[in-house]
């Protein structure tokens, strides 16, 4: 069993970063990939970012490509989306999620555990 929790969530103006945390718990924690994932009202929850249980490997959404990074400390149990230049499209509830095959998968199916999720606004 996994435990996640995410933070760092708020309200942003468009070009603002923000830093979003999840803190991961559990005997089997470090071993799992981790992704991110986010859902606009009214919308699917869609894919934005996963990382591989070492950190070796990412892999990103086109839309977020080369304006959020994906890092891990394994240390801490932590997961972290850096998320630059915002965009008013970004503004979403996001979520934190491990899966065993992250970050070669991208479904919301292939994940096993999830956390609550964080509120991210940026407005325009």
């Known amino acids: 069993q996994v435990q996640l929790v995410e933070s760092g969530g708020g309200l942003v103006q468009a070009g603002d970063s923000l830093r979003l945390s999840c803190a991961a718990s559990g005997r089997t924690a470090s071993s799992y990939g981790m992704g991110w994932f986010r859902q606009a009202p009214g919308t699917e929850r869609e894919f934005v970012a996963a990382i591989s249980w070492s950190g070796g490997r990412t892999s990103y959404a086109d839309s977020v490509k080369g304006r959020f990074t994906i890092s891990r400390d394994n240390a801490q149990n932590t997961v972290y989306l850096q998320m630059n230049s915002l965009k008013p499209e970004d503004t979403a509830v996001y979520y934190c999620?491990?899966?065993?095959?992250?970050?070669?998968?991208?479904?919301?199916?292939?994940?096993?555990?999830w956390g609550q999720g964080t509120q991210v606004t940026v407005s325009s």
């Open positions: 999620a491990a899966g065993r095959l992250a970050p070669m998968v991208r479904l919301r199916r292939d994940y096993d555990y």
